[in-house]
């Protein structure tokens, strides 16, 4: 199974052939200078040229580097290989590292960015319509922000999927590290090990205290520790079985 997702990763994979860029790609409107001319053709057209650009390019990827288009990218050099070509093999094989975390889903930010601004221009068009007392302003800023509005919440929503995605992967990597560590972990363990800062670490901590699978104790000396009773309930067993 570890090998079979190890591939997967791997075919994930690609390179971009104009900056070299190694890994996946990124939403079309996560550039920065995508999202400025995004902007730049929605003011002066009311909209309507941004939508029209957003709906042509949304579901576009490309180069997290150079912005190069990702459909031109290529299965990466391996061993000064030809692109795409197979690996030599090695005289001696290395054991193989272990597989990766599936990448984070994108936050949001091109949605939020573009949808706020599709709800200013609403926003600015109700004004001038109230303010002149001409209907169509205020017809179209209506339309504008209600289209705004549903786009910033569509990226919320994604912004709060990657929160939960990040507390999930932490919380593996935390039950990895209590399985080597015998199922005893302290703050300070967990921050040294994910590369993390105490108070980081110990909201995940907390997070993570059932009170069941998880719960906090504190030694004698006034040490806070967190035992998984499950990982120590193991460990006893295999023990048990070695005897």
């Known amino acids: 199974m570890a090998r079979r997702r190890t591939s997967l990763v791997e075919d994930r994979v690609r390179q971009c052939p104009r900056c070299g860029h190694r890994g996946e790609p990124i939403p079309y409107f996560q550039k920065p200078g995508h999202m400025a001319l995004l902007i730049g053709l929605s003011i002066p057209t009311y909209g309507i040229g941004g939508l029209i650009y957003y709906a042509s390019r949304r579901a576009y990827r490309v180069c997290p580097g150079c912005g190069f288009g990702w459909e031109h990218s290529r299965k990466p050099e391996r061993d000064g290989g030809e692109w795409g070509s197979p690996a ?100 300070t363990d967990v921050a040294a090990a994910l590369n993390l800062t105490l108070p980081a670490a110990e909201k995940i901590m907390i997070g993570m205290d059932d009170g069941f699978r998880v719960r906090s104790e504190i030694s004698k000396e006034g040490v806070l520790y967190y035992e998984f009773p499950e990982v120590m309930h193991q460990k006893k067993l295999r023990a048990g079985d070695r005897e």
């Not at 922000?145 to 919440?153: D, I, K, P, V």
């Not at 994604?158 to 990895?176: T, W």
């Open 88 to 187: 030599r093999v090695p005289a001696q094989r290395k054991p193989a590292p272990p597989p990766p975390d599936a990448p984070l889903p994108p936050s949001g930010i091109g949605r939020r960015i573009f949808g706020g601004a599709l709800a200013a221009l609403g926003t600015i068009m109700i004004t001038v319509g109230l303010t002149t007392q001409v209907f169509e302003p205020i017809m179209a800023g209506s339309l504008f922000g209600m289209a705004g509005s549903a786009t910033f919440l569509w990226g919320w929503k994604s912004l709060q999927e990657r929160r939960q995605s990040v507390i999930q992967s932490l919380n593996r990597k935390v039950l990895r590290l209590a399985t080597e560590r015998s199922g005893v972990l302290t703050v």
